[in-house]
């Protein structure tokens, strides 16, 4: 079987991540436009590929307060880069239907390597006559890797906010219909 394309159905997935404030808690927070495609080989999946971009002015942890301030230069920067994006340079079997895909994550103009676990939920035909792939993701990093490390001392002396960013994403995905010859 050939390399066959999936397109990311945003309608039927998310993207989250969480962070620690106020080193008692995290708040989480998701982006609402975001895509992309997967380049699937069912025979040799370490052969499949993954690219997402991400609308980084599409974020919202429930406060628009905050969204704004995360928009701004001291963390994302939109104006300037209105843009994430992660490529697969590495997919590897991790378990059955388990796999660890290490890509580049960019965030402005840093780019960094960044592997996540991804869990294949299988296939599906859906009522339409559209084939249907489901996937699980779960990655961390480091934000002050990409510059994003604005922070404020509490008063007892811990962090306003953590370092670490944990992602959490469940996706649907519909292979591109085949095309004439």
Known sequence: MAVETW???PVHSYL???????VVSKVHGRFTKWGGTIQLDDQQPTNSKVNIEIDVNSIDTGDARRDGHLKTADFFDTEKYPQMTFESTKIEPAGTNQYRVTGNLKIKDVSKPLTLEVEHGGEVKDPWGNQRGGFSIKGSFDRRDFGLSFNQTLEG?????GDKIELVSDLE????AAQAA
Request: proline share 5%; aromatic share 10%.
């Open 173 to 176: 995905a519909t292979k591109a």
């Open 157 to 161: 002396g811990g962090p306003a906010l």
């Open 16 to 22: 989250q991540f969480n962070i620690r404030h106020f």
């Open 7 to 9: 397109q990311i159905d």
